[in-house]
């Protein structure tokens, strides 16, 4: 597993997996992430439309970067350059600023994608 994020959605404890899968046809990894709930203390794999926006966008990005705008740490100058665009406050994130950004991004072919975008995603 490369990371995990747990919240809530309407109280139910929910997990989102990234992991990396590795095949012997295909030397280079491909990143994929699973979406869980926890119901009387079981997690069960589950997809759900409350999560889809922020599952993809943990799936396009690198996960040290990703790990980064989690803690609040933009100590880098790609997330320094970002952090305006993607926190309410320029201090808490907004997953929808971000997923809006990483869009914008891709469309432009800004070259901040690259700094940010994991080379593992399909996305």
Do not use: C
Not at 69 to 89: A, F
Not at 104 to 113: A, G, H, R, V
């Amino acid at each position: 597993m490369i990371n995990k994020t747990e919240f809530r959605i309407d109280n139910i404890p929910t997990a989102i997996l990234k992991i990396y899968f590795f095949s012997e046809e295909d030397l280079k990894p491909q990143a994929g992430i699973f979406v869980m709930q926890k119901y009387n203390g079981t997690w069960f794999k589950t997809n759900t439309s409350q999560v889809n926006n922020i599952a993809l966008t943990i799936l396009k990005i690198k996960p040290d970067i990703y790990d980064s705008i989690i803690q609040g740490i933009y100590d880098k100058e790609v997330l320094v350059k970002i952090k305006p665009k993607i926190t309410s406050n320029n201090t808490v994130l907004d997953f929808n600023k971000l997923s809006i950004e990483l869009d914008k991004l891709s469309e432009t072919e800004d070259p901040i994608l690259k700094e940010l975008k994991d080379e593992h995603s399909i996305l």
